[in-house]
């Protein structure tokens, strides 16, 4: 009771709040990711996660050998923000708020049960969300709710340990058995696997004490985004900082060259996301992945800073000035630091941008020439739904100069035997598609010049038929991800007022 004398207890009503709680925003892969913090925080050096798909009967199984709880410890847990979020934590522990284990199981299902044993003494609790909406009380169950339950909670084999079982997955399956959903199902489980083992990459490879993930019986392999393996990735020094009296360190990687990269490294340097979204900075909290890539907000994202990813280490007391919320998947940087990572960012996309485009030597024997850009670049990398292609820098200051003492006919010719360059380098041939594309992209103003310039020079130096010259150029690689029957168009269609 309270001590106050004009105060009132009001206690929420728990139908409606236990629905709110369920959006929160978590997704599969990052709910289960937070639910493994938990298995970490309790000192395992394993966790086993088995997800299954049976319709209605679809359930997650998570187990771990850590320390367990006791049946108070159990019954804290399972209550609703069982922690102070402003109290100081051990420097390792993973959890804050008190509510992941909750609110991100309840985000998946609307049966949360948890068995957990230590000392020889086991313990179970269960959330059932139908109850709670039904009867409208904060009422929790001590034992399984039913048969199926305690047959898919199993027993824990090790002397001490926690299995959490999700079960009513409505957020993840629906009843009605498709063949579509159970392949959605089974898509599901991937994304699974290479969240976790992004977010988890360091744990895997840590000295003192490596986690061993095992998802529906298969390890979990790590996914290094900065690729360190490599010799030809770039690792800069460590740079310390001190934000609001906690350390933060930053550390540039500048990713290998493509051409130094095998089909399967590229592929998997590319990771989870693809290149693209994988570029950018990374933040850690006690060596669990935050955030992975993205410019913050600082910088678009582009082609040229696809080798640009740079690590960012905090610690869990700065958890408030970072913005870091329940799901641990989004976080701010404080004002303080913004400006010092602004600044290496710029840095970090500037070396991307040399080694992606290859840079070449700055002078050419003898004195340098001062009329001469040094710092350009002959050749230009170009992302495509085939992958990645080379095309020669039409702007380089030496070509322009040429292509300024010749005349229209001969500019075309040479913009001809330029194309055929890009066409048989050995770096296109082999990013080239063996196999058909299955998806047209457009044909935009660029490529429809390139077309008619290659026209133009056939039919002004050896005055070839239309159809000759439409196979030729359908003939190209280049040209293969365009609609042949648009090229046709475009050719047929300007062939006699353009040419004659």
Not at 9 to 37: H, K, N, Q, W
Not at 91 to 118: D, I, P, Y
Not at 154 to 163: A, F, H, L, P, R
Request: with cysteine.
């Amino acid at each position: 009771m309270s001590k106050e004398n004009n105060v009132e207890e009001s206690i929420p009503s728990a139908a409606p709040l236990v629905g709110s709680l369920r959006s929160i925003g978590y997704d599969l892969e990052t709910a289960i990711a937070d639910i493994i913090d938990n298995s970490i925080d309790a000192g395992c050096k394993k966790v086993d996660i088995k997800m299954t798909w049976n319709e209605e009967g679809s359930f997650i199984r998570i187990e771990d050998d850590g320390s367990g709880m006791d049946e108070e410890q159990l019954k804290k847990a399972m209550k609703l923000g069982s922690k102070n979020p402003q109290m100081i934590r051990d420097k390792k522990e993973l959890g804050r708020f008190g509510m992941g284990l909750k609110t991100a199981s309840f985000s998946l299902g609307k049966r949360l049960t948890v068995l957990t044993k230590t000392l020889g003494k086991k313990a179970v609790r269960c959330w059932d969300l139908e109850y709670i909406e039904n009867e409208n009380e904060w009422e929790i169950f001590l034992e399984p709710r039913d048969e199926k339950s305690i047959e898919r909670l199993g027993t824990i084999n090790s002397e001490s340990g926690t299995v959490v079982l999700i079960e009513n997955l409505d957020r993840v399956v629906s009843n009605s058995f498709t063949i579509k959903k159970q392949k959605s199902f089974f898509n599901k489980i991937s994304k699974v696997r290479s969240h976790l083992g992004m977010v988890f990459h360091r744990y895997f490879s840590s000295i003192d004490k490596k986690l061993h993930l095992v998802l529906n019986g298969e390890k979990v392999e790590g996914w290094d985004p900065f690729y360190q393996k490599s010799f030809a990735t770039q690792i800069r020094p460590v740079d310390e900082y001190l934000i609001h009296y906690s350390p933060v360190s930053v550390r540039i990687n500048i990713l290998p060259h493509h051409s130094k990269l095998s089909e399967i490294e590229y592929e998997y340097a590319g990771g989870p996301k693809g290149w693209n979204a994988q570029q950018g900075y990374y933040i850690y909290r006690n060596k669990r992945m935050l955030i992975s890539g993205g410019w913050l907000g600082l910088f678009p994202r582009q082609d040229s800073a696809n080798l640009a990813r740079i690590e960012i280490d905090i610690q869990n007391d700065a958890d408030v000035e970072w913005g870091i919320d329940i799901k641990k998947s989004k976080a701010t940087p404080p004002l303080e630091i913004q400006d010092i990572l602004k600044k290496v960012g710029i840095e970090a996309r500037r070396l991307s941008h040399e080694v992606y485009y290859r840079r070449t030597v700055k002078g050419v024997g003898g004195k340098a020439n001062p009329s001469l850009i040094h710092d350009e670049y002959l050749w230009e990398q170009v992302s495509k739904k085939s992958g990645i292609h080379f095309r020669i820098n039409k702007k380089y200051s030496v070509l322009e100069e040429i292509k300024e003492k010749l005349d229209e006919h001969l500019k075309s010719k040479l913009d001809y035997y330029l194309l055929l360059l890009e066409e048989d380098s050995p770096g296109n041939l082999y990013a080239y598609p063996t196999k058909k594309i299955e998806e047209y992209t457009m044909l935009d103003e660029e490529n429809q010049q390139r077309i008619l310039m290659i026209v133009r020079v056939f039919k002004e130096s050896t005055g070839s038929d239309l159809e000759a010259i439409i196979q030729h150029i359908l003939s190209f690689e280049t040209f293969s991800g365009f609609n042949p029957k648009h090229i046709r168009q475009l050719i047929t269609t300007n062939w006699e007022g353009k040419f004659q």
